[in-house]
């Protein structure tokens, strides 16, 4: 049960930092709209979500104060923190063998990527493509497809990458010779990553799921056997 908002998340997070509580709390709900809010297990949710930040002061650090360097380099390192986080709760999915990320690029705008890119990592026949190691471009196309917001299909360029290489699949919206073993192999690496550019603009975001398996149906079948 993993989809925030109200997902089954609880993220606890401290620093030594001294920083004022309105601030800390400002930019924390935008760092969390881009790395815990866009990752999803299985789409359900429950009543317990939560990210929870505590900064003691103990550092005795010049109070961080917004445009400074100092700010930027902490919200830098809480972003990178959230995301690490973020992905290891994706990836840690009842039944994963494998975390996938979903980028998408060109987008006309941030949020149509956020919308765009959150639709396919939750597809669930695209998690199982991910999990049988099948290049199916077809099921990331139709979730792309069901986002709820206009691109054009024509002008998709879809990639996969993993740590076993990078290939492309669909360019201008048309299937692409590729070598299904050489798919097979990215497919099958623990973290898979699809990329998607809809030539349309500077937006750009980024989703974490996992795949579908066997083991999710195993796990939650027997929830209270």
């Not at 993220?11 to 709390?25: E, P």
């Not at 290049?135 to 990458?161: K, T």
């Amino acid at each position: 049960m993993i989809h925030p908002n109200m997902g089954t998340m609880l993220s606890f997070i401290t620093s030594d930092a001294a920083i004022d509580q309105k601030l800390l709390q400002q930019f924390l709900s935008e760092i969390v709209e881009d790395t815990f809010n866009m990752i999803s297990v299985d789409g359900d949710t429950s009543t317990n979500d939560t990210v929870l930040f505590l900064a003691n002061g103990l550092a005795q650090n010049a109070s961080i104060c917004p445009g400074t360097e100092e700010y930027k380099a902490f919200a830098a390192a809480v972003h990178t923190v959230n995301e690490q986080l973020a992905k290891a709760i994706a990836g840690d999915g009842e039944g994963a063998t494998a975390l996938l990320e979903v980028e998408v690029v060109g987008a006309a705008d941030k949020e149509q990527a956020k919308k765009i890119s959150k639709s396919v990592v939750c597809s669930n026949l695209t998690k199982t493509a991910v999990a049988g190691h099948d290049a199916n471009w077809g099921r990331i196309l139709c979730a792309m497809g069901y986002a709820g917001v206009s691109f054009v299909p024509e002008q998709v360029d879809l990639f996969l990458e993993s740590a076993a290489g990078t290939i492309q699949i669909l360019s201008d919206g048309v299937a692409l010779p590729y070598s299904e073993e050489k798919a097979t192999e990215i497919l099958s690496e623990e973290k898979v990553k699809i990329l998607a550019d809809l030539k349309l603009g500077d937006g750009k975001a980024t989703a974490w799921g996992c795949d579908l398996t066997h083991g999710y149906i195993d796990i939650n079948a027997d929830y209270r056997s």
